[in-house]
């Protein structure tokens, strides 16, 4: 076991860059002193003795979940049908509001990406699933009806999940679904899979008997309507911005950015001038359909392996704020920003947290439709 853990390794650097256009990070001379008292701990151990030391507690010795704060078995094939990505970034991120909390280094917790990485491919071969990447459909939307979706939440759903989504107390087993960092970090075709598939051996039962397929395809529309958080009654889509109108608050006045080392903008000081309406551009370089999942509003989708020629040619060089974005949480947009500097704009920076932790720390959030 232990001797193919370099080749997991690649695998899941090789699938969660592929998915999400985050690959590794960008190591400063702050982060690898911060992690050097960790280095030994980190490469001594294996997925399994990590899963025991940190994760055990809870879902239990054996995976099957449930030893604490109800937390879900970790030993069902369905949680890694459609792929890694959505227990990687469970793991890393966590799920704000629950017992479940971020493990990634950066925000805090004890273990780095590549350890994360392995751990979930562990947890995946474990079950008997060979640890994969979504695959090229996996990460399609799934359309339905939002409204029948609501009413087939609240007849077959509610009494698990919570009627607002809350899920977790406890006469209600189920996770919470109207958590943002889930619905952000969980394609359609997970949801669905779940759904449809149940997770054996838990509450979770398979739907696939009692409701059709397209019940199922509503009940996933209407939970990813819920992306922006429970009570956003009335979900608006939106669509990427035209290229003549890239420009945020165009009016506004420039925001006045620190950068950490000299190119990475704080989550905190980002919110704080959209709220404030500075005039910037907000360039989301994730694979689109991250950008449909859930995105900051008013980005424009620009993939970081895009040419991205058209866009650049729409963008203004007279001095106004670039901010890039991507998942988790700085690779692609670090290459994006990288270009652009060298084209000469120089207000430009990279979201530090990412997008994924954007989610997670609690700033709003937008859910989009990409054009046909
Ligand atoms: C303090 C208890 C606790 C610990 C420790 C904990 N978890 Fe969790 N975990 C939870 C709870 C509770 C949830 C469900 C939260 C929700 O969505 O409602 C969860 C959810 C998850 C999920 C998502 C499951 C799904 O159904 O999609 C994964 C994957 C996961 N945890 C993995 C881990 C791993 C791996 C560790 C150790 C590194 C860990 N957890 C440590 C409580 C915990
Ligand atoms: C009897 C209780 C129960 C009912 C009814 C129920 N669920 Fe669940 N659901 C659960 C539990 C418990 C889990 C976590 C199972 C596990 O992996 O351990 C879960 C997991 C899920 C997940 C995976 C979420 C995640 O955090 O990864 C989705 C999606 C889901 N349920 C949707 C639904 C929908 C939609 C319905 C209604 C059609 C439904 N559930 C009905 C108990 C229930």
Known sequence: MYRTAPSLLALVALIVLLVSGC?????????????????????????????????????????????????PALNTQTLYGVGLLPPYMAISYGRPGTPMGPYLDELGGPMS???IGALAAWLSTEVGVEPAGAGPDGL???????????????????ECHGANGEGGGEDQP????????????????????????????????SFADTLSDTQIDSLVAFLRSRAQGWDASDLQYSEPPTLDNIVLNPQGDPPEFTLKDGRYVMAKDL??????GRKMVLVDTRVPYFWAMAHIE???PVPYYSSQQEFLDALPNDGTWIVAYCECP??????????????????????????????????????????E
Not at 140 to 158: F, H, K, M, Q, T
Not at 181 to 199: E, H, N, Y
Not at 340 to 363: D, F, I, P
Request: aromatic share 6%.
């Open 174 to 205: 189920g996770t919470a679904l109207g958590n943002p960092t889930m619905l952000a970090t969980s394609p359609d075709k997970f949801l669905r899979l779940a759904i449809a598939g149940g997770r054996e051996g838990t509450p979770m039962n």
């Open 271 to 276: 919110n704080e001038a959209l709220e404030q």
């Open 298 to 300: 008013g980005s424009s």
């Open 113 to 115: 990406r590549d350890q």
């Open 140 to 158: 399609d939307p799934v359309p339905g009806d939002i409204s029948e979706g609501r009413e087939l939440y609240a007849a077959n759903c509610a």
């Open 330 to 371: 700085r690779a692609a947009a670090d290459s994006s920003v990288i270009k652009l500097r060298e084209l000469g704009y120089e207000n430009t920076a990279v979201l530090w947290e990412g997008y994924a932790g954007w989610s997670a720390l609690g700033y709003p959030v937008a859910v989009g439709r990409l054009k």
């Open 23 to 71: 690959g590794g990070d960008t190591p400063t001379a702050e982060n690898a002193t911060a992690s050097a008292a960790e280095t030994v701990d980190q490469i001594h151990s294996t997925p399994a003795q990590d899963y025991q030391r940190y994760c055990a507690l809870c879902h239990g010795e054996h995976r099957e979940g449930y030893a604490n704060d109800n937390a």
